[in-house]
């Protein structure tokens, strides 16, 4: 079962990912496939990048451990750092922004088949 503490950081990653890849389909008009499409795309890159990164060596250390903190903050150990809820936020970000320019190019027919 998810606790407060294990959602905020998906809530994080889903909110960060959706404001990427609107942003960025708003400032690139030929990738948008519109605001709906945008964010839920977006959201689904930013959870799917958060949890790809944080099993990359090297980059997992700038997430934090997600399921650690959670656990750790449930028995009362702390946690939630600002630096995790940070990390988190800008692999969403970016994961958001990846996702979307991948479904936008492939949707204008950019990408070569």
């Known amino acids: 079962m998810l606790t407060v503490n294990a959602l905020v950081p998906l809530l994080v990653e889903i909110v960060c990912?959706?404001?990427g890849a609107v942003f960025l389909c708003w400032l690139v008009r030929r990738l948008s496939s519109g605001l709906t499409v945008n964010a839920i795309v977006g959201?689904?890159?930013?959870l799917a990048?958060?949890?790809?990164?944080?099993?990359?060596p090297g980059l997992g250390r700038f997430l934090g451990q997600i399921e650690q903190a959670a656990d750790a903050t449930?028995?009362?150990m702390g946690g939630l750092s600002?630096?995790?809820?940070?990390?988190v936020g800008i692999s969403g970000l970016v994961g958001g922004m990846l996702l979307a320019t991948l479904v936008g190019l492939i949707r204008s027919g950019l990408v070569a088949e």
């Open 74 to 76: 449930a028995q009362s």
């Open 17 to 19: 990912g959706a404001a």
């Open 82 to 87: 600002p630096a995790i809820l940070v990390g």
């Open 49 to 56: 990048f958060t949890w790809l990164a944080a099993r990359i």
């Open 43 to 46: 959201a689904l890159g930013g």
